[in-house]
């Protein structure tokens, strides 16, 4: 029977000691969990903070020793002898305090008999060595049950802080259920946050603008986001449901990442360098679609002067014009529809149209007459490979269309980006795989043609024109032992392709 994912409070509360003996801010707190949760991420979070400057050896190393100091005595409260500490890290000073330290407690700070015993049971294994740059400071020993809880009385904001220092991707908030956070993927349920629905509309309810408000109650759900200062971004969804209201938060960085932050390869940015046509970014919900365009519009923003228009619901990450003027308009809020949107976009002069998701077939069709009439455009769509995207894309029509549609899409599409969000091997972060079709001359006749199966062997043979299949992506990352087997077969189209990996 499996069993539910429990998550890793080490690095939650080492922040929160840091923040609590006023070594570092929480403005900064926030900046460093930010940078750790980065897609790609290795590092742990007292890495990260003397990377960034905010601690030194020093200080991190007397942020190691409070914590361990917390760990110790909730053990010796349980009956369970604390382990010896990792090689390289100082003793605790024989004055060390007999109780919890003043500055945790302030912070709420509580570790229970199974984080204890989880500490106690996992500190003679190998410690984990930080990188030069924290001086051989040692990361404390992974603990396997949450040491501090989220309290849901403090607000949304502290909700939200504690959650995304947990290294949480997605918020879900649900009236007469407990907390449940997604990390690395997996959903793990948060101990001791049973909501009510008092609790819930207390969170949420205020987040929302008087105009926000009555579209919710008219529509019983709504689409925005919300920006906590200093920590991120959260893409909103809150809906009515049976047992009450619900939200569900996702985790936007404030500043549009790139490709290398994404761990994504440096040869997608020739996808930028199209001043017409059509280039889709697609794949399941949750694999990293925006995330992946918006490092795209952020490399089109920095390196050309022109007009940048993007159609979003609701806007998700915020670009602020560089080289590039940018326009963001959120559907229902700035316009209509996507559609019309999509009709005004022709008289306003863009050079780029963002679409957010390609949704409906007059939807479909606008871009792909924005991109005929010498536009670049790009656009998510819901589909999870590069030949399916094509095949949506002609099937969203009437057959009595599809000959036209298919000489109008063998022209104007540039490039199918693919991809997958898979967990790394070891637990720390997602790491991407991707399909990626160039659409060259056979590719543009095959679909012409009406012969789109055919294009799997192009792509196969295509790899000095950028091209590669998914299965191909995933091989890779197996055999670097990057990502365990087992998760790549999920998603792998062909399982003989993936090797028995390390």
């Known amino acids: 029977m499996a069993t539910t994912p429990t998550l890793d409070a080490a690095d939650s509360l080492l922040g929160r000691v840091a923040v609590a003996a006023k070594l570092i801010t929480i403005e900064q707190l926030a900046q460093a969990t930010r940078e750790q949760g980065r897609p790609g991420s290795t590092k742990n979070l007292g890495d990260v903070l003397v990377a960034l400057g905010l601690l030194t050896p020093v200080t991190l190393r007397k942020a190691l020793e409070m914590q361990k100091s917390v760990l110790e005595r909730a053990a010796q409260k349980q009956g369970v002898t604390a382990a010896a500490p990792a090689a390289g890290a100082k003793p605790a000073s024989p004055a060390a305090p007999k109780t919890t330290p003043p500055a945790a407690r302030e912070l709420g700070v509580e570790t229970d008999a199974n984080a204890a015993r989880a500490h106690a049971q996992s500190a003679p294994k190998a410690a984990r060595t930080a990188s030069p740059a924290a001086a051989a400071s040692a990361r404390p020993p992974a603990v396997t049950n949450s040491q501090s809880r989220i309290a849901l009385d403090r607000g949304l904001d502290a909700l939200l802080l504690e959650a995304s220092g947990r290294g949480a991707s997605d918020i879900h908030l649900h009236s007469g259920a407990s907390l449940q956070l997604r990390v690395r993927g997996a959903l793990v349920e948060v101990p001791d946050t049973k909501i009510t629905i008092a609790d819930a509309e207390k969170l949420i309810l205020p987040i929302l603008s008087a105009d926000e408000r009555a579209l919710f109650e008219k529509h019983g759900e709504i689409d925005l986001c919300y920006t906590v200062k200093g920590l991120a971004r959260f893409r909103v969804n809150v809906y009515r449901q049976l047992r009450g209201l619900d939200a569900t938060l996702r985790r936007i960085s404030l500043q549009p990442p790139t490709l290398d932050d994404l761990g994504l390869p440096s040869t997608l940015a020739k996808f930028t360098n199209f001043h017409q046509g059509m280039v889709l970014i697609t794949g399941p919900s949750a694999c990293g679609k925006s995330s992946t365009m918006a490092a795209l519009v952020n490399l089109i923003n920095e390196e050309r002067a022109e007009h940048i228009l993007t159609v979003e619901d609701p806007i998700e990450y915020l670009h602020v014009s560089k080289r590039c003027i940018v326009n963001q308009r959120h559907v229902k809020r700035h316009t209509e529809s996507f559609a019309r949107a999509l009709r005004a976009a022709l008289r306003e002069d863009p050079d780029v149209i963002v679409i957010g998701e390609l949704r409906d077939r007059e939807t479909i069709s606008l871009a792909m007459t924005a991109a005929e009439t010498g536009h670049f455009v790009l656009a998510t769509l819901h589909t999870d490979n590069?030949?399916?995207?094509?095949?949506?894309?002609?099937?969203?029509?009437?057959?009595?269309?599809?000959?036209?549609?298919?000489?109008?899409?063998?022209?104007?599409?540039?490039?199918?980006?693919?991809?997958?969000?898979?967990?790394?091997?070891?637990?720390?972060?997602?790491?991407?795989?991707?399909?990626?079709?160039?659409?060259?001359?056979?590719?543009?006749?095959?679909?012409?043609?009406?012969?789109?199966?055919?294009?799997?062997?192009?792509?196969?043979?295509?790899?000095?024109?950028?091209?590669?299949?998914?299965?191909?992506?995933?091989?890779?990352?197996?055999?670097?032992?990057?990502?365990?087997?087992?998760?790549?077969?999920?998603?792998?189209?062909?399982?003989?392709?993936?090797?028995?990996?390390?």
């Open 386 to 502: 590069a030949i399916r995207t094509v095949n949506r894309m002609i099937g969203s029509f009437p057959p009595d269309q599809q000959d036209q549609v298919r000489a109008m899409l063998s022209e104007s599409l540039r490039a199918v980006i693919s991809q997958r969000l898979l967990p790394r091997a070891d637990a720390r972060g997602m790491v991407p795989a991707l399909e990626t079709l160039v659409v060259n001359r056979a590719v543009g006749n095959l679909i012409r043609k009406n012969e789109t199966v055919q294009i799997r062997s192009i792509m196969q043979t295509g790899a000095s024109q950028g091209m590669n299949l998914l299965d191909g992506s995933l091989a890779t990352l197996v055999k670097s032992g990057t990502v365990k087997r087992e998760n790549a077969l999920l998603q792998a189209e062909d399982p003989k392709l993936i090797p028995g990996g390390k």
